[in-house]
């Protein structure tokens, strides 16, 4: 959030008010837009109230905004010197369009990992700095030539990352593929995109389970379709509940994310992974099958995923680095039969005519490293240690008002709160003390659950952002 400068020589009225005027001439505050209270924004830009006060009148002064005792105030609809110039409404731009907004609970997280403030970020699910191969990383830009053209590239993805993938995923998930077979993209999300976008249509009825990243995903609704839930017990997804939701609404897909699922934890079990499998080719529904977290298995030997099973190409096979090296790289992939990956290559050069090289030719060299095996060794250590620090803080501090099972593998903790809370007011607690976490509404549960990672704060960081989680709850429920 944008703050005015102490060291200025402008006072700090003006700084504040030729911003709001900026704003407003940029369109990015339209005609009729609201104002924060004065007292509201002082403590946003930590201002006295006065400042504020002066800041209004003299945008008042000249025509820019006006209030009205118990409406606030807002951006004039017509400026003096200006009727003939017309800002264009850009609130029913916004409000429009096909892909809806996120959820308010992730925007409310997103405005606060944004605002500059120091939280503590147990919301983001993804891997601190100093758990990623940087150093790997700087060498191979240091010491590695690179003589690849920088034209547009093959769409489907690099050849050589996608035949190093196609080694990697024989070698460390038992799936057989080719570079034929194999589509690279930004990340699993962009996967699930194009699936939702190329291979469904308004008013399909697909299964994800319950409760599961994907109910956060609004794309799902932006394509129109009808999303029902499959209950999520200790050995993942009962098969038996796909059969009764196609008998009752002719489901044409099914999303399971089966190892570490997002947000329970919970992992499929072998024998259900065969009996899923078995009822979807019985009932020629195709699985989605998306599996980030495999890798990051600290305590077991992980099942072998579906597609590890798929005789018959019934399962799409999503994967991504982002758990296990780097989000910032952007390299995700689907295993597909051909005239998939024919249709979604084709959308995909539509959007962006494919990736950037440079991300895709480090992602190749990562593959096909000896540095690889050591990282995710490392990585695993990492997140045990993590995962543990922060359950130990919890049992410690939060042991009568809190429940959860310990996960094997993945970034979070799912945690059961033994007390009736508000998520709403729980969050904007949490925001007050400086600690970010996930409502378990976000993700299609009911009250009283939340998501917390261990992945993405630093070490020193998680027992005090449990405390500060600890104080938020103990309110939340005192009120």
């Known amino acids: 959030m944008w703050k005015p400068d102490r060291t200025s020589k402008t006072a700090l009225y003006q700084q504040i008010a030729e911003y709001i005027e900026q704003r407003i001439t940029l369109g990015e505050m339209p005609p009729g837009s609201m104002l924060p209270s004065e007292r509201k924004l002082a403590e946003q830009l930590g201002v006295n109230r006065s400042t504020v006060v002066q800041a209004y009148e003299n945008l008042r002064a000249s025509g820019i905004i006006d209030s009205t005792t118990?409406?606030?105030?807002?951006?004039?609809?017509?400026?003096?010197?200006?009727?003939?110039?017309q800002t264009p409404n850009w609130n029913r731009y916004v409000e429009g369009g096909t892909l809806l907004p996120s959820l308010p609970f992730l925007r409310k997280i997103r405005e606060g990992v944004q605002s500059g403030e120091p939280f503590i970020n147990f919301a983001n699910g993804e891997l601190a700095p100093e758990l990623s191969p940087n150093e790997w990383i700087r060498n191979v830009l240091q010491n590695q030539p690179f003589h690849e053209p920088l034209g547009y590239g093959d769409p489907q993805g690099y050849v050589p990352l996608r035949n190093a993938l196609a080694s990697f995923l024989l070698e460390h998930r038992a799936i057989k593929a080719t570079d034929d077979s194999i589509l690279v993209t930004s990340g699993s999300q962009q996967s699930l995109y194009l699936i939702t976008q190329c291979l469904l249509s308004p008013g399909d009825a697909v299964a994800i389970e319950n409760p599961s990243y994907n109910y956060s995903l609004p794309m799902f609704q932006s394509a129109g379709i009808r999303l029902f839930g499959l209950t999520v017990d200790k050995d993942g997804v009962d098969p038996e509940e796909i059969r009764t939701l196609f008998k009752l609404h002719r489901i044409r897909m099914v999303f399971l994310n089966p190892n570490y699922q997002n947000p329970t934890g919970t992992v499929l079990s072998t024998q259900r992974r065969a009996d899923i499998l078995a009822c979807c080719e019985q009932l020629g529904i195709p699985i989605v099958e998306d599996d980030p977290f495999s890798l990051t298995s600290m305590d077991e030997e992980v099942p072998p995923p579906i597609k590890s099973l798929d005789r018959s190409g019934t399962v799409l096979y999503i994967g991504s680095l982002s758990k296990?090296?780097?989000?910032?790289?952007?390299?995700?992939?689907?295993?597909?039969?051909?005239?998939?990956?024919?249709?979604?290559?084709?959308?995909?050069?539509?959007?962006?005519?494919?990736l950037s090289i440079f991300p895709q030719w480090i992602a190749a060299h990562l593959l096909d490293s000896s540095a690889l095996t050591p990282h995710l060794y490392r990585l695993r250590e990492a997140l045990r240690s993590r995962r543990n620090l922060m359950a130990n803080a919890l049992n410690r501090m939060l042991r009568d008002k809190i429940s959860f099972e310990l996960p094997a593998g993945g970034l979070n903790l799912w945690c059961k709160i033994n007390e009736d809370v508000d998520d709403?007011?729980?969050?904007?607690?949490?925001?007050?003390?400086?600690?970010?976490?996930?409502?378990?509404s976000v993700y299609g549960s009911e009250a009283g659950f939340v998501r917390l990672s261990y992945a993405r704060p630093a070490v020193e960081d998680i027992e005090i952002g449990i405390s500060k989680f600890s104080e938020a709850l103990h309110e939340t429920i005192t009120r």
């Open 70 to 85: 118990g409406s606030g105030t807002r951006v004039t609809k017509s400026r003096m010197g200006m009727a003939q110039l």
């Open 324 to 354: 296990v090296a780097a989000s910032g790289l952007r390299i995700g992939w689907m295993v597909a039969p051909h005239t998939v990956l024919q249709r979604l290559v084709d959308a995909r050069q539509q959007m962006d005519f494919g």
């Open 424 to 440: 709403y007011t729980l969050l904007r607690n949490g925001f007050k003390r400086g600690v970010l976490f996930v409502p378990g």
